[in-house]
């Protein structure tokens, strides 16, 4: 097996966040559930509620590009692959993550749809509740894949929400055999109990099948996938079916089990929620980059609550403050 060129590899949705303010009984009236996020199927529906944003704020996101742009924050090497169209967006998305330090290249698709986007409504208390329109991410084809980019990644991260259509569910499957054929690393993330809903027999086959190493998830998406209502029958049920479970628990810190091990760590303590949005994001990012750099779990879960603290302090999902700096100060 040659030397890895990237630290993480990482397939998923490009998306444009658009954020703004709303209270809750906002969130009641639009039908969502608060904290969730729910897909809009055409750009009429997503223009018809963007018309009834307050005030927003445009900063480009999606679930595995936020890891990666965290995980180069921190000095680590780092590509993207995912889908954006010829428009406005799509400039916006493309330049805001090589400015980040990825690596990103896949071609620019022609035509309708329009670059995804993402509308956040943030409450006072810092939930965020999303609406998106997958537009042109859904349409990432298999021979969009760089082959010799993912066969370079030590680890191939993949989100559960770019899972829903069918063209890169078959990019995802087939990236996976690319990195397991090259003896790199899968990570997956659930990403939503959403996710679940529409594909957790696709995801459990995954984990049965073995093509999963590392696994994320939030606590409600561990009771999903397990199909339990009691965190720690969840926990008996998955235990030693994948090699590293990850599952962050909100102000609870997070857990991972590995090998009969079961380390957990408390959250970073902070001034003020400001936005949960990409909360889940970096903690991957601060994990993954752990373990690329050959840190045990434990210290892995440290950078993750790290990065998770550092991201719920402020909007949007990119890291703000000097992460690098802040993860040096931390570990010493």
């Known amino acids: 097996m040659t030397a890895a060129t990237y630290d993480v590899v990482a397939i998923g949705n490009a998306i444009v966040d658009i954020l703004s303010q709303a209270e809750d009984s906002f969130i009641e009236e639009i039908g969502v559930a608060k904290g969730s996020m729910q897909l809009m199927f055409s750009p009429q529906e997503a223009d018809a509620l963007y018309a009834k944003m307050g005030p927003g704020r445009e900063v480009s996101g999606g ?70 329109f997958l537009g042109a991410s859904q349409f990432l084809p298999a021979s969009a894949l760089d ?46 109990v959403f996710c679940i809903s529409r594909h957790g027999g696709d995801f459990r086959q995954l984990i049965a099948d073995g093509l999963i190493d590392i696994l994320f998830a939030n606590e409600n998406e561990l009771l999903a996938l397990c199909e339990k209502d009691e965190f720690e029958a969840a926990i008996e049920h998955i235990s030693g079916k994948v090699p590293l479970l990850v599952v962050t628990r909100s102000e609870k810190g997070a857990i991972a089990l590995t090998g009969g091990e079961r380390v957990a760590v408390g959250a970073e303590p902070i001034e003020k929620v400001v936005d949960t949005t990409g909360a889940g994001d970096l903690f991957a990012a601060g994990f993954l980059h752990g373990q690329a750099k050959g840190l045990g779990v434990e210290a892995s879960l440290r950078l993750g609550a790290i990065c998770a603290a550092e991201i719920i302090q402020h909007y949007g999902a990119r890291p703000e403050a000097d992460l690098k700096a802040l993860v040096d100060k931390v570990l010493g």
């Open 147 to 192: 082959e010799g980019v993912i066969a370079s990644g030590a680890i191939l991260y993949l989100e559960g929400y770019l899972w829903d259509p069918e063209e890169p569910r078959a990019a995802m499957r087939k990236a996976i055999d690319i990195a397991r054929a090259n003896g790199r690393k899968v990570a997956f993330t659930l990403s939503d």
């Open 63 to 132: 679930s595995a590009a936020n890891t990666v742009a965290g995980i180069a924050a921190m000095g680590g090497k780092c590509a993207f692959i995912g889908q954006v169209a010829d428009d406005q967006l799509g400039t916006v998305f493309a330049h805001d993550i090589r400015a980040a330090g990825v690596d990103f290249g896949t071609e620019v698709r022609s035509g309708d749809p329009t670059t995804a986007r993402c509308l956040i409504f943030v409450t006072p208390d810092g939930q965020r509740t999303m609406n998106t």
